[in-house]
């Protein structure tokens, strides 16, 4: 019986310690949840000095990354003199240029009017990711390659698609919106869906509404058959021109007059 309850006791004990590390296991870093803390009151110099000491301990944490990433463009946002909407419609001519650029070149086809033209095409499109990841690294985010960079990008844009917006602040939801544009280009119905909803309550937001092409089209197509609807007048306009897929790249097809969204006939033969 003795030993009974001594097998009993020892495996209680082991469970009791299997509990514990797996706990410990699981558990955010507390640098970052420290970090999260400071993001919520806009403490952004020491949100990154948090992210950073996290990704001290654990290199490859996705979060932490992109959150370090986002605290540290807040910080220096925050140490510009010009004002908010001037900064903002500068940010959307970078996403403009960049992300078609450094993320969607696989989706276009291309002219060339020479073998030089084409390897001068793709030696911009190695130059401009090669910059990317140089500044990542500044920020002690070391990639392998640019998979790695698509995929923080992405995590990125799910997390700051879901950070809670402070009404008073002047780019809160201004990333959020971004966010889930990005995320509503690359297929998300439902960040597609969420974005009308901002739109409404934020009427800002429909000047971003392009930025997520085509997809934007169902779920403002079902809002706008309210004919009540708040976005009415806005939301009709975007659906007329800026949902164009040609007018949602323009800004790109002006300056690589080469390329062309991908056709069906593309992929024949």
């Not at 706008?224 to 976005?231: A, F, I, V």
Request: glycine letters at 4%.
């Amino acid at each position: 019986m003795k030993r009974k309850w001594l097998w009993v006791l020892g495996g209680a004990v082991v469970l009791v310690l299997v509990g514990f590390l797996v706990y410990l296991a699981l558990r955010p870093n507390p640098h970052y949840l420290t970090g999260l803390k400071y993001l919520k009151i806009k403490e952004f110099d020491n949100a990154e000095s948090e992210f950073r000491l996290c990704l001290e301990e654990e290199e490859n944490n996705l979060d932490a990354q992109a959150l370090l990433v986002y605290a540290h463009l807040r910080k220096e946002l925050n140490n510009l003199s010009e004002e908010p909407e001037s900064t903002r419609t500068r940010i959307v001519t970078t996403l403009q240029e960049t992300v078609p650029l450094l993320f969607l070149s696989q989706q276009y086809r291309f002219s060339f009017d020479s073998e030089e033209d084409r390897k001068n095409w793709v030696k911009q499109i190695e130059e401009g990711r090669r910059i990317l990841r140089e500044r990542l690294r500044e920020l002690k985010i070391y990639t392998r390659g640019w998979e790695d960079v698509e995929e923080l990008a992405y995590h990125g844009l799910r997390l700051l698609s879901n950070l809670k917006v402070d009404s008073d602040d002047p780019y809160d939801w201004f990333f959020q919106a971004v966010a889930l544009a990005l995320l509503a280009r690359s297929g998300n119905e439902e960040a597609a869906s969420r974005l009308v909803k901002q739109g409404i309550a934020k009427p800002e937001t429909v000047a971003l509404f392009y930025l997520a092409g085509s997809e934007m089209i169902p779920p403002l197509r079902a809002e706008l058959q309210n004919k009540e609807s708040l976005l009415r007048q806005g939301g009709l306009l975007v659906l007329r021109t800026a949902l164009l897929p040609e007018q949602a790249i323009k800004p790109f097809a002006l300056a690589h007059p080469q390329a062309r969204k991908m056709r069906k006939e593309d992929f024949r033969g």
